[in-house]
């Protein structure tokens, strides 16, 4: 039987069957042997071997057209990563940092910003500006309001899509709107930190309808892009793209050179200030680490 990986767990696959029932299946040994680890969104082939307790062995993983390594995750068709836009207050060096891995996986990715209502439309117009400048598609949505969710839900329609984001932002409260099923933990904000707890302990899939799955995903509260070298970084910025090509040396950084097209740019508010301070911010932290 055709199924796919909604979750794994100590040893165990979670198959959704293509009959609609849920299977609790061994992996053969054959994967170990060969060094190949199912993962969560796998399509796959399964033995059924008790029906009646939906019991069945893992026999066969088909090909994947998309592997992501963080979070670990097969058959991805884009990534949605959501922030707050208060409470806590969104940290856009990480959300840039989260845009960038993404790059690096070059797996399709949109912001949401969730709890709209706590802030003042020109907070949230500026927050647009700022990445639809870059490139990037931007939801608005309040999950208490139920306000937005209806764009934002057919974006997801017809494609598998990871969810992720930074803990307390209301990933899972989404997740319960989205697919009432799941059944969440919903995180409580620390209001001595402002940072949710990490309610969300492995990554699953969940399936809202038969073409259309949500893969929510562990917290985040930072995230590492070491492996880039420093004079490559622009490269991961869509804004700086076009930009590079109005700078008068070859192999310009974009920091301290002059006659610069993607400090140009920023000056006369096309590509956004922010975003640039962010590059810089990077930059200087790829600069020192030592490679080998």
Known sequence: MLGKITKGIAGFYYVHGEDGCLYECKAKGV????????????????????????????????????????????????????????????????????????????????????????????????????????????????????????ALYEALSGKTTALAGPSGVGKSSLMNYLCPQAEMETGDVSRKIERGRHTTRHSEIFVLRQDTYVMDTPGFSSLYVNEIPAQELWEYFPEMKDAEKECRFTGCCHMEEPDCGVKSRVASGIIAKQRYESYRQLYTELSNIKRY
């Open 31 to 150: 994967f170990r042997k060969d060094g190949i680890k199912p993962l969560v969104g796998d399509n796959v082939n399964i033995s059924v071997l008790d029906r009646e307790k939906k019991l069945g062995n893992l026999d066969e993983i088909l090909e994947r057209r998309s592997e992501l390594l963080r979070p670990a995750a097969a058959n991805i068709d884009q990534v949605l990563v959501v922030f707050a836009a208060a409470k806590p207050a969104p940290n856009f060096n990480l959300l840039d940092r989260f845009l960038i891995r993404m790059g690096l996986e070059t797996v399709p990715v949109f912001i949401g910003f969730n709890k709209c209502e706590l802030v003042p439309e020109a907070q949230i117009e500026q927050m647009r500006e700022i990445y639809t400048l870059a490139g990037y598609r931007v939801h608005f949505f309040s999950v208490k309001e139920r306000t937005g969710l209806e």
